[in-house]
C-alpha cells in the first residue's frame, strides 16, 4: 500500500481525467462561480494543486494569467500537454515556504477538495500566512473543500464493494483509498471556526454552503497585513 498525499496522487495520475474528474457541465458550473469570485482579469491566479489542469482552460478564456503548482511530476506532465501551456512549478504546497516571491499574485485557488489532506493540524494556518506573502493585499483566495456534513455521513469501515472506497476514521478524519493502483490517502478537515482561526489574521474570510457535501472558503487578503 502506497502513503501520503503525494504518493497517492502520482499513483492515480493516469486514472484521474477518467475516474475522479467532474463532468465537463459540472465543472463549467463550477468554474463560472470561481470566475465570478476572482479579481478583474488580468489577474495573476496561483492555482493550488493544479493536477491535469483541467480548470485552466476556463481561466484563460476568461483572460487570467495561471500559474499552477503541484507535488505531483505525472499530473504535471499531463498538464503541461495542454494546448496553451502555463508556468507549472512541482512542489507540496505544505512545505512552506512556497516557490514566489511576494505579492506574485492577485489571487490563490485551491479547487476540488485540494486542502483537504494537510499533514498535520497547524498546518492550513500556516499555508494561510504564506499565501499572504505571495498574494497582493486586497487579493482573494478560494477554496472548495467538503464539509463535515459529508466527514460524518461516510461509514465508519471501508465497504467491501467498489475501487475508490472512502470511510470515517475519526472525528475530523477520513481515507480515501484507490483498489486499482493500491493507494490510499488520508483526509483531515476543519469546521467553519477552524477555517477562520487558519486564515486570521491574514485574510477576512467568509464560508458559503456550495451544497450540503460541500463548502466554499471566500477570502481577502488584508490591506494591513
Excluded at 108 to 133: C, I, K
Excluded at 169 to 183: N, W
Excluded at 198 to 207: C, D, F, G, M, V
Excluded at 212 to 218: H, R
Amino acid at each position: 500500500m502506497t502513503h501520503g498525499s503525494g504518493r497517492f496522487f502520482e499513483a492515480i495520475a493516469g486514472r484521474y481525467d477518467r475516474v475522479y474528474a467532474l463532468s465537463a457541465d459540472e465543472s463549467r458550473r463550477r468554474m463560472a462561480r470561481v470566475v465570478q469570485g476572482l479579481p478583474p482579469a488580468p489577474a495573476r491566479v496561483l492555482d493550488l494543486g493544479v493536477g491535469t489542469g483541467r480548470e485552466l482552460t476556463a481561466l484563460l478564456d476568461a483572460g487570467y494569467a495561471p500559474t499552477g503548482v503541484d507535488v505531483s511530476p505525472a499530473m504535471l506532465a499531463r498538464c503541461a500537454r495542454r494546448a496553451r501551456p502555463v508556468p507549472l512549478f512541482e512542489a507540496d504546497f505544505w512545505q512552506l515556504p512556497l516557490p514566489f516571491d511576494d505579492g506574485s499574485f492577485d489571487a490563490a485557488l485551491a479547487l476540488h477538495g485540494t486542502l483537504a489532506h494537510p499533514p498535520d493540524d497547524g498546518a492550513m494556518a500556516r499555508l494561510a500566512q504564506d499565501l499572504a506573502r505571495v498574494v497582493r493585499p486586497g487579493g482573494i483566495f478560494l477554496a472548495e473543500i467538503p464539509s463535515l456534513q459529508w466527514l460524518h455521513a461516510l461509514p465508519p469501515a471501508p465497504p467491501p464493494a467498489g475501487d475508490r472506497p472512502v470511510h470515517r476514521t475519526g472525528e475530523r478524519t477520513c481515507r480515501l483509498e484507490d483498489r486499482v493502483v493500491d493507494a490510499h490517502v488520508d483526509a483531515r478537515l476543519l469546521g467553519e471556526a477552524d477555517w477562520h482561526a487558519a486564515l486570521s489574521p491574514a485574510w477576512h474570510a467568509r464560508i458559503e454552503a456550495i451544497d450540503e457535501l460541500e463548502w466554499l472558503v471566500i477570502a481577502v487578503r488584508n490591506e494591513s497585513r
